[in-house]
């Protein structure tokens, strides 16, 4: 069985032509008559363009050092000498 559309508001910001989709989704969150579920649904998808996810963020000072000194060897004349497998006692 299909469940209903509902209608749903459509503020004047969707009506400018040529309005950017994070735009209309920001008009809808500040939109007072629109349902908390269309706003919070609308915050959900905005969000990834207004905020870095944490793997996104720049790496610290300890993490670009502990990635470098993985792959200090690699491409260089002597990255055959140098052992990288840690060995069980």
């Known amino acids: 069985m299909a469940r209903p559309i509902k209608k749903q508001v459509v503020t004047e910001a969707s009506k400018v032509p ?3 989709p994070l735009d209309y989704m920001l ?3 500040r ?3 629109a349902t908390q579920e269309r706003r ?3 915050a959900t998808a905005a969000a990834p363009y207004c905020h ?3 793997s996104d963020a720049p790496k610290g000072k300890k ?3 502990e990635e470098a000194a993985e792959t200090a060897g690699i491409g260089t ?3 055959n000498d140098i052992d990288l497998e840690i ?3």
Request: hydrophobic share 40%; proline share 8%; aromatic share 4%.
């Open 87 to 89: 060995h069980a006692n």
């Open 27 to 29: 008009s809808v969150i």
């Open 52 to 54: 870095a996810r944490l």
């Open 31 to 33: 939109d007072p008559t």
């Open 40 to 42: 919070d649904r609308m």
């Open 63 to 65: 993490d670009q050092r």
């Open 77 to 79: 004349p002597w990255a």
């Open 18 to 20: 040529g309005i950017m």
